[in-house]
C-alpha cells in the first residue's frame, strides 16, 4: 500500500524559506512521479513542482521556478521542496503526490496521481 507523509510545514515571515518533505513506502520510490501541489482556501489546487525518481528529471511550475527546487534522497526514499524568498501569497496547504509513471507534461493535473499525502500547513506573514 502506497503511503506518503508529508512534513516540513510552518508559519514563517516573508522573505524566509521553509523545505517540506513527502516520505514514502509501500511501493519502489525509483519509478515514480512524486509531485508537489497546493491549494489555498477558495483556489483550486495547483501543481508546484514534479520529479520522476527513476532519473531525477524535474519541473517547476514557471511561476516559483526561481525561488522552489524539488530535489530526491533515494536511500530515505522522500522528495523534498525547498521553498526560498517566500511570499504571503505562497500561503497554502502543501500536498506530495505519486503516479507509477513518469511525469511528463500532466504533472500539473492533479487527477494524474492516485496517491496523495496529508498534507501540510505553509503559513506566510507579511
Known amino acids: 500500500q502506497v503511503q506518503l507523509v508529508n512534513s516540513g510545514g510552518g508559519s514563517v515571515q516573508a522573505g524566509g524559506s521553509l523545505r517540506l518533505s513527502c516520505a514514502a513506502s509501500?511501493?519502489?520510490?525509483?519509478?515514480?512521479?512524486v509531485a508537489w501541489f497546493r491549494q489555498a482556501p477558495g483556489k483550486e489546487r495547483e501543481g508546484v513542482a514534479a520529479?520522476?525518481?527513476?532519473?531525477?528529471?524535474?519541473g517547476v511550475a514557471d511561476s516559483m521556478k526561481a525561488r522552489f527546487t524539488i530535489s530526491q534522497d533515494n536511500a530515505r526514499s522522500t522528495v523534498y521542496l525547498q521553498m526560498n524568498s517566500l511570499q504571503p501569497e505562497d500561503t497554502a496547504s502543501y500536498y506530495c503526490?505519486?503516479?507509477?509513471?513518469?511525469?511528463?507534461?500532466?504533472?500539473?493535473?492533479?487527477?494524474?496521481?492516485?496517491?496523495w499525502g496529508q498534507g501540510t500547513q505553509v503559513t506566510v506573514s507579511s
Open positions: 503526490a505519486a503516479a507509477p509513471y513518469p511525469c511528463g507534461s500532466q504533472w500539473t493535473n492533479a487527477a494524474y496521481f492516485p496517491y
Open positions: 520529479i520522476y525518481t527513476l532519473n531525477g528529471s524535474r
Open positions: 509501500g511501493y519502489t520510490f525509483k519509478t515514480y512521479c
